[in-house]
């Protein structure tokens, strides 16, 4: 899973670096040469939509995600156990269902419209690269969830630190 988000990662970094140099030559032709370019944000659309795919598949595999552990606090090491087992759970399917639905719109493609305004840049790639980033991110939680059992008596190795 780490080699699949760090090719997510990657692809988010180049999503980056493009956005970056559109984003400098949209103003410098905006502003200094007084003639925008025409479909400048449709391409900053979509590397940005690269560059969050990137970000959600390598956050999933690194425990990049800001969490405040309160639960203890209130209800010890059994209450931090159940609701870890219910938010991963629920994170699981949660992650699953936006993946498939992300499948199914890029699925439809030019037939539902599902293109950036000015240039027709089809989003279905941008769909999948999303669906994508959210299964491996579901599947990541899922294999966080069953760990979590297999070492429901002892430390899990994924519980957040406190």
Known sequence: MKLLS?????????????????????VFWRYVLRDPIFGIEDIATMALTVAVAGAIAWGATRGSHVSVNVIPWFG?????????????????????????????????????GAMTSNLSILHEPFFY??????????????????IGLAHWSGDDPHEVAD
Request: glycine share 10%; proline share 0%.
């Open 76 to 112: 010890g090491r059994k209450l931090t156990r159940i609701t870890d087992v219910l938010a991963r759970a629920i994170s699981t399917g949660v992650l699953l269902m936006a993946s498939v639905a992300l499948f199914k719109k890029g699925s439809c493609g030019s037939a539902c």
């Open 129 to 146: 690269a999303l669906g994508g980033a959210m299964a491996l991110f579901s599947a990541t939680m899922l294999l966080h969830l069953l």
């Open 6 to 26: 760090a090719v997510f990662a990657v692809a988010g970094a180049l999503a980056l670096a493009v956005l970056a140099v559109v984003t400098v030559v949209g």
